[in-house]
C-alpha cells in the first residue's frame, strides 16, 4: 500500500521534527502527539514509514536481532554466535508495528505456538507485537485509552529494552528496544505519569486556521486518494532529500559535543526552574538538542539548540503553572551575565533543598507546618468516602480495589480446572492435551483430541480502583481568608488516605468563569501536596462551569477505563453568581448549578458536599434554617453526603475536621 509521502504533509512542523528527531537519535525515547481528532496525527506518523532506513538482522530469528551486536541479540542468536555459528542474515524495511487498543495480552507480550505445541507436545513460545517492533517504532493510536495491564507491559518494556515472560509454565526474556510514538485526544482522558515520563518528546497538534493551508490540505488529501502512486511519484525529490538528510544527520551525531556551559544550563533549567522529578528530562533535554545541531548539519550544539529541545522534552514533565515558553524565556534571562561558572558546579546541588526550604516556609505561613495534622485528621476522613457497591463479584478485597472477578473481563492471571467451564482458557487447555495426543491416537494433521479434564477455567483479576475529584471553589464567596488553613488541612487529610488506599486523585479548581483542571487523574501525591498549597481565593462563582467541568472529567475517566469508580469531594458554599454562559447578570445561576447536579446524581457519581460557609464553619450546633443553607440544597440536588467545615480551635490540633450536617 503507498502511504501518504512525509513532505506532503502541510504545517505541524513541530510534531514532524519530533518524529525526525527521533529517527535520528532513537534513545530519545519516542513521541507523544496530543491533539483534537483531524489534526493528522496518524497520517504523520504512517508516513514516517517511507522515510526509515532499512536495516540488517538475522534472518531466522523472530525478534530481528543484530547480527554485529551480541549485547542486544536474543539467548539463542547469542548462544549461536558464541558457537562461532555463521548467522544468516537479511534486510528488512524498519518496522512500524501499531498496537490496535482492542489487543489482548497474548496478542501483545505473545502467546502459546499451537501448531507447533500440538506437534512436539511441549510448550512452544509464540512472539507478540512487541518482539516485532524490535529496533523500530511502535506506534499506538489513542495510547490514553490502553488498558492497565497493557500500559504496564509497555512501562516494563520501554524501561529495560527487554520483555520478561513469566507464566503459562515458561520463562524467558526477549530484546523489545523501540521507539514508543503514541497519540491521544485531551478530550478523551489523561496518560498515567509513569508512562508520560518514559516517553521523550510532546507535541501538541496545531489546528490550522490559515485559508490557503487548509486548501492546500483538502487538495493533497484529494489528489491522493484519487491517484496514490501518481501522487507519491510527484514527491520523491522531496522524499530522497529527506532520506539523504536523515542518513547525514546519523552519521553526524556521534561527533556532536555538547559544552560544559549547556550541560549547566540544561541542569539549572531542569531542575530549578521546571522542578522536574529524576533525570529523564536532563538526559532527554541534551539529546534531542544533539540530534537537532546533526540535523542542521552541526557538530556543536547551540542556545538555540537547547531552547528547541526543552520546548519539546519538558511540557509534560514540568511541574510548574506557567507555559513553557514562559518559564524558558524568563530562566534564561535570569542568567548570569557571564553564564554558570564551569568552576563551581557544587551550586546546582542545593536546588532541591532550596524548593523544599521555600515550600515549608510557605506551609508554616499558611498554618501547614507538616502534610497532616496527625493521623486523627485521616481517620475522620475515612468515613466520608463510601463507594457504592456494583455488580462486580470480588472474591479479594484490595485497597480499592484489586480483586477477582467472576465477569469475562480483565487480565487472566492464572488457570484453573472446574466442573463447568464459562471462561475458557485455551492455551492452558492445549498445554494440558498437548502431551497426550500420541497416546490418544492423534495423527499428524489431524483433530486435536480433548477430554473434560483437559479444561482449563481462566481466573481473572480486575482493577477496580477510585478516582477522587476535588472539587473547589476559589471564588471569594466560598469562605474567610481565615478557614483557607482549614481546608488546605481537609484536603491533605483526603491526600492522604487517598495515597493510603492507592487511588488517583484529581483536583479541579472554579472561579471568575471558568473551571479548570489543576491536577490530572494522577497517583503523584507529592504533585497533589503542590496544588494544594498554592490554592488561593479570589474572583465571582461559576458553580454551575465547575459541576459540569466535575462530570465532563468523570465521564471521560469512566470511558477510558469503565471499571474506575469516580467520587467528587466538592468545597463550596453553595452560592453562584455567574450562569453556565458566563452572564453575571442572569437570574438562573443557581438553577443551572441545581440541574447540572441532578444530572451527575443521574449519571450514578458518587459526590460529597462540603460545606465551607463561614457561617456554618463554627463547631458548636449550628442554629440557621434549613432554607439559608445553599449548600444543603445543593446536596440535595447531587444525592450527596452533606459535611460542614468546621472552624479549628486556637492552638489545638485536634479539633474538629469535619461535622455530619
Known amino acids: 500500500m503507498t502511504v501518504f509521502p512525509f513532505s506532503a504533509i502541510v504545517g505541524q512542523p513541530r510534531m514532524r521534527l519530533a518524529l525526525l528527531l527521533n529517527t535520528i537519535d532513537p534513545r530519545i525515547g519516542g513521541v507523544l502527539m496530543c491533539g483534537r481528532r483531524g ?61 490496535p487498543l482492542n489487543a489482548g495480552e497474548d496478542r501483545v507480550a505473545g502467546s502459546i505456538d499451537i501448531a507447533a505445541t500440538l506437534e512436539e507436545g511441549t510448550y512452544r513460545f509464540l512472539p507478540g507485537l512487541l518482539a516485532s517492533a524490535n529496533r523500530g517504532i511502535l506506534y499506538v493510536d ?123 544550563v540544561v541542569a539549572y533549567l531542569v531542575a530549578r526552574e521546571f522542578r522536574a522529578q529524576g533525570h529523564r528530562g536532563d538526559l532527554v533535554v541534551l539529546r534531542t538538542a544533539r540530534a537537532l545541531a546533526a540535523w542542521e548539519g552541526r557538530s556543536e550544539v547551540k542556545q538555540v539548540d537547547i531552547e528547541e529541545a526543552v520546548a519539546l522534552a519538558m511540557p509534560h514533565r ?22 554558570i561558572d564551569p568552576e563551581q558546579p557544587e551550586d546546582l546541588g542545593v536546588i532541591d533543598e532550596d524548593v523544599e526550604e521555600r515550600t515549608n516556609q510557605r506551609e508554616g505561613a499558611a498554618g501547614l507546618s507538616r502534610p497532616l495534622r496527625g493521623e486523627q485528621d485521616v481517620a475522620q476522613v475515612q468515613s466520608v468516602i463510601a463507594i457504592p457497591r456494583d455488580r462486580l463479584t470480588r472474591y479479594e478485597s484490595g485497597r480499592r480495589f484489586v480483586s477477582l472477578t467472576s465477569r469475562r ?35 499428524p494433521g489431524g483433530r486435536l483430541e480433548l477430554r473434560p479434564d483437559d479444561l482449563r477455567q481462566k481466573v481473572r483479576e480486575r482493577k477496580s480502583r477510585a478516582l477522587l475529584i476535588f472539587v473547589i471553589d476559589g471564588s471569594d464567596s466560598v469562605m474567610a481568608r481565615t478557614l483557607m488553613p482549614q481546608m488546605k488541612r481537609a484536603l491533605l487529610a483526603f491526600t492522604q488516605h487517598a495515597y493510603e488506599r492507592r487511588d488517583r486523585i484529581a483536583m479541579l479548581v472554579f472561579r471568575f468563569a471558568q473551571g479548570r483542571v489543576i491536577l490530572p487523574p494522577t497517583r503523584n501525591f507529592a504533585h497533589a501536596r503542590r496544588c494544594i498549597d498554592e490554592l488561593y481565593v479570589g474572583g465571582c462563582t461559576p458553580l454551575a ?24 469531594i ?43 460557609d463561614v457561617r456554618q464553619a463554627r463547631t458548636e450546633p449550628d442554629a440557621t434554617p434549613e432554607m439559608e443553607r445553599p449548600g444543603k440544597e445543593l446536596a440535595n440536588a447531587l444525592d450527596a453526603d452533606y459535611y460542614r467545615l468546621c472552624q479549628a480551635g486556637r492552638g489545638s490540633e485536634s479539633s474538629i475536621l469535619l461535622r455530619k450536617g
Open 39 to 99: 489534526t493528522g496525527k496518524s497520517t504523520i506518523v504512517r508516513s514516517l514509514a517511507n522515510l526509515l532506513p532499512e536495516l540488517s538482522g538475522v534472518a531466522d530469528c523472530p525478534y530481528f536481532c543484530d547480527s554485529t551486536n551480541a549485547q542486544m541479540m536474543c539467548a539463542t542468536c547469542r548462544a549461536r554466535s558464541a558457537n562461532n555459528e555463521t548467522l544468516p542474515t537479511v534486510t528488512r524495511p524498519t518496522p512500524l508495528v501499531t498496537l
Open 142 to 264: 489513542e495510547i490514553n485509552l490502553l488498558n492497565d495491564h497493557i500500559t504496564d507491559i509497555l512501562l516494563d518494556t520501554t524501561a529495560t529494552g527487554i520483555y520478561h515472560i513469566e507464566r503459562d509454565g515458561t520463562s524467558l526474556a526477549h530484546p523489545a528496544r523501540f521507539v514508543l510514538v503514541g497519540t491521544m485526544n485531551p478530550e478523551e482522558g489523561s496518560l498515567r505519569p509513569q508512562l508520560l515520563d518514559r516517553i521523550g518528546l510532546f507535541v501538541e497538534a496545531e489546528d490550522i486556521r490559515s485559508k490557503d493551508e487548509r486548501i492546500a490540505v483538502v487538495e493533497r488529501r484529494l489528489a491522493y486518494d484519487a491517484h496514490p502512486k501518481a501522487f507519491a511519484e510527484q514527491w520523491l525529490k522531496g522524499e530522497q532529500a529527506l532520506r539523504e538528510r536523515l542518513q547525514h544527520a546519523r552519521a553526524l551525531l556521534p561527533l556532536v559535543r555538547v559544552s560544559a556551559y549547556f550541560r549547566q
Open 545 to 568: 462551569t465547575g459541576l459540569l467541568e466535575s462530570l465532563r472529567l468523570a465521564e471521560a475517566e469512566r470511558m477510558r477505563d469503565p471499571s474506575v469508580v469516580p467520587t467528587l
Open 318 to 339: 514540568a511541574r510548574s503553572g506557567t507555559t513553557i515558553v514562559q518559564q524558558l524565556t524568563r530562566a534564561l534571562e535570569q542568567l548570569p551575565a557571564g553564564g
Open 409 to 443: 473481563s480483565g487480565r487472566a492471571v492464572r488457570d484453573r480446572q472446574v466442573q463447568h467451564v464459562t471462561d475458557l482458557s485455551f492455551s492452558a487447555t492445549i498445554l494440558a492435551a498437548a502431551p497426550y495426543q500420541k497416546a490418544r491416537g492423534r495423527q
Open 570 to 612: 466538592i468545597f463550596t458554599d453553595g452560592l453562584a453568581n455567574i450562569d453556565l454562559s458566563g452572564n453575571m447578570r442572569s437570574v438562573t445561576p443557581m438553577q443551572d448549578a441545581l440541574s447540572i447536579a441532578r444530572e451527575i446524581a443521574q449519571r450514578g457519581i458518587s459526590a460529597v458536599l462540603i460545606d465551607t
